[in-house]
């Protein structure tokens, strides 16, 4: 009996060693497949957008992103982007122009615009039928995203123009993101707010009350002669550096931007995909998103700054950023 239980045991201990030496193989090979897909992570090019119109340039570069090996993180505020270009976390951001130049300041010269992005379009809304004028807004409080983005002095640079001052004839009412401002004219907590697409559309399919009065975007471009290059592409020196990888990027883009212009339905099922925006409002949203020209924008995003700065100069960073601020990409 004392045999058997020996022999038992021995086998026991045996097996035992076998599962534990599996055990031990199968733990070092979790390990070093974890560590392959880091550094795969590691390897990859990491590019920021935000949701709405920057993040629609991308859809295409979003489909395709496991084919050329880029991560593409899409935020709802140029905020959750910032930290993440100062601490160089990321390789490539479509962000604002005016945010570009203010980040080119604080962090001497490490970033630079190497394409356009989505110009945008800006629009006045309200439940109200009467307001179809800047002059009707005179003694009425307009909600906006933002106090120091760009559509806040568009709005203001429109405002001289028609000699309207703001807080005395129209007061602004800042909330903090472009999302917030839709709710609250939604919920009837405000009765005009200034809107971007492609919330402006999603209020309206949300809400068939309330409509569009005033195109901002029109009264720059009558005002300027173009609309405003609201939106760029920027990259780090580092990655601008690597020219082939740079031209790569820009080249696979460009057929995104491409994509959007002529693939409607694609587009508006894509947006649904990503989480930017439900397919139905993207079909009405994109063709007003300002979609256009990537490289041939040097000037007009000269203009655009000046003007910005003009009327506040920490607007662009405290001063207008020098011809280093735009890469050689840019024409």
């Known amino acids: 009996m004392n045999t058997v239980n020996v022999i038992l045991n021995r086998k026991l201990r045996i097996n035992l060693y076998k599962v534990l030496t599996i055990a031990i193989l199968l733990s070092f090979i979790l390990i070093a497949c974890q560590k392959n897909v880091e550094n795969t992570q590691l390897n990859k090019i990491k590019i920021a957008c935000l949701r709405g119109p920057s993040a629609i340039t991308m859809l295409k570069l979003m489909e395709d992103a496991g084919k050329y090996n880029y991560h593409i993180s899409m935020y709802n505020s140029p905020e959750e982007i910032v930290s993440k270009i100062i601490k160089k976390e990321i390789d490539a951001a479509a962000i604002p122009l005016n945010l570009a130049s203010i980040l080119y300041h604080k962090t001497q010269r490490k970033i630079k615009v190497i394409a356009s992005g989505a110009s945008g379009s800006l629009f006045i809304l309200s439940k ?152 139905d409002i993207a079909v009405k949203a994109i063709p007003l998103c300002g979609i256009n020209s990537l490289f041939n924008v040097r000037q007009s995003m000269k203009g655009f700054l000046q003007i910005l700065h003009s009327l506040n100069p920490e607007s662009v960073g405290g001063s207008l950023p020098d011809e280093e601020f735009y890469s050689k990409f840019v024409a």
Request: proline share 3%; with cysteine; charged share 25%.
């Open 128 to 279: 109200d039928g009467n307001l179809n004028s800047l002059e009707d807004f005179k003694g009425k409080t307009l909600y906006l995203a933002g106090k120091g983005a760009a559509p806040e002095y568009i709005f203001l640079h429109i405002l001289q123009n028609h000699n309207i001052l703001n807080d005395s004839d129209i007061k602004l009412e800042y909330i903090s993101s472009h999302a917030q401002v839709a709710s609250l004219l939604l919920a009837g907590k405000c009765d005009c707010a200034l809107l971007p697409e492609p919330f402006a559309t999603e209020v309206l399919f949300k809400d068939s009350s309330i409509s569009k009065t005033v195109n901002i975007t029109k009264e720059w471009k009558d005002i300027n002669g173009a609309e405003p290059p609201m939106g760029c592409l920027t990259a780090s020196v580092d990655f601008i550096n690597n020219d082939t990888e740079v031209e790569k990027f820009l080249k696979l883009y460009e057929k995104s931007f491409s994509f959007v212009n002529e693939d409607l339905e694609a587009s508006a099922l894509l947006c649904e995909k990503y989480n930017v925006m439900e397919k």
